[in-house]
């Protein structure tokens, strides 16, 4: 089944504490992509890939990291989390060919930091 | 700036009653706008894609319409059922450089179809 799979679903943490949440996907997409969703908000971009070794910044990047070593998995990295960034978290990609191409989203992963 | 904006931020409807939902937009070039469902904690479904020369398409009891010209959607829900209780979000693509879109998320509207 084609998928995005996102871990955890929930994650509590400690302010401070390196933490990263992995996703992959399985329909070989160039494009993988790191959102957040906060209420009143709707999604914001943080980080998106457009290939293997190839990332750059969304909309609210600060305070985090990603890598793309390979083109299935795009971790995102949280280096020392602080409040503000507890959030749902949706890991999303997307191919680039045909007329319809949208995104494919994970099921999201609800971080809380305290 | 590309914006999505949508309307009412939340709405309550009897089971069995039609409602629509609205979506305006500012996004340049134009590319495809889309109607996603999400319910509480998961991620966004697509529910319709429609492109610049289309306006109306349907998805079983959902039907979407778009007129480009005023930059409006809407999703209309027929004999709505207690499973459409979710978020319904309006997502607008711009064609970039490389092949791919960049996206512009409404920030939804909450429909609570009660008994």
């Known amino acids: 089944e084609a998928q995005v799979t996102q871990n955890p679903r929930y994650l509590i943490t400690v302010t401070g504490k390196k933490l990263t949440v992995t996703c992959s996907q399985n329909m070989n997409h160039e494009y993988m992509s790191w959102y957040r969703q906060d209420p009143g908000l709707g999604l914001r971009q943080i980080y998106y890939s457009m290939n293997v070794e190839v990332t750059d910044k969304g909309d609210v990047p600060e305070g985090y990291k990603v890598s793309r070593k390979e083109k299935r998995n795009f971790p995102l990295i949280l280096e020392s989390p602080s409040p503000n960034q507890t959030s749902l978290y949706f890991c999303?990609?997307?191919?680039?060919?045909?007329?319809?191409?949208?995104?494919?989203f994970g099921s999201g992963t609800r971080l809380t930091v305290v | 700036k590309n914006q999505v904006e949508q309307s009412p931020q939340s709405l309550i409807i009897l089971e069995g009653k039609n409602c629509t939902l609205q979506c305006n937009y500012t996004v340049s070039p134009f590319s495809n706008l889309r109607w996603y469902k999400q319910d509480t904690g998961r991620g966004p479904v697509s529910l319709t894609i429609m492109t610049f020369s289309e306006n109306t398409k349907s998805n079983g009891r959902y039907t979407a319409t778009l007129d480009a010209d005023t930059k409006q959607s809407s999703l209309h829900i027929t004999a709505s059922q207690l499973s459409d209780s979710a978020s319904y979000i309006c997502?607008?693509?711009?064609?970039?450089?490389?092949?791919?879109?960049?996206?512009?998320f409404g920030t939804g509207t909450k429909l609570q179809v009660i008994p």
């Open positions: 999303a990609s997307q191919t680039k060919t045909g007329p319809n191409y949208g995104y494919t």
């Open positions: 997502v607008v693509s711009a064609k970039v450089p490389g092949g791919y879109q960049k996206v512009t």
